[in-house]
Nanobody
Framework: VQLVESGGGMVQPGGSLRLSCGAS????????MSWIRQAPGKGPEWVSG????????LYADSVKGRLTISRDNAKNTLYLQMNVLKLEDTALYYC????????WGQGTQVTVSS
């Protein structure tokens, strides 16, 4: 199983980023997927999840209305569109398999700073 995140970077408050996660080594289209983040000095926080066909999505209250999870099963890719970013969104963002993830990628850093 391999999950490779990309798209992180530094952005000002109110800005946007789009994270991507390429999946391989398993049947992506049969797997529910999640995004998890870990801020400096804090434990992991589940951010969002999506079912196999994209028909069901869930979000943590802290990101609801600002972040959108999606997937392209033909490309084995998971996405996270991040809008109206806040300082507290600064974290390492991980792509993970499952609603209760059993494996994660290496992460991509998102830094929101003025």
């Amino acid at each position: 199983v391999q999950l490779v995140e990309s798209g992180g970077g530094m952005v000002q408050p109110g800005g946007s980023l789009r994270l991507s996660c390429g999946a391989s080594g398993f049947t992506f289209s049969n797997s529910d997927m999640s995004w998890i983040r870990q801020a400096p000095g804090k434990g992991p926080e589940w951010v969002s999840g999506i079912n196999t066909d994209g028909g069901r999505t869930l979000y943590a209250d802290s990101v609801k209305g600002r972040l959108t999870i999606s997937r392209d099963n033909a490309k084995n890719t998971l996405y996270l569109q991040m809008n109206v970013l806040k300082l507290e969104d600064t974290a390492l963002y991980y792509c993970a398999r499952g609603w209760n993830p059993d494996c994660w990628g290496q992460g991509t850093q998102v830094t929101v700073s003025s």
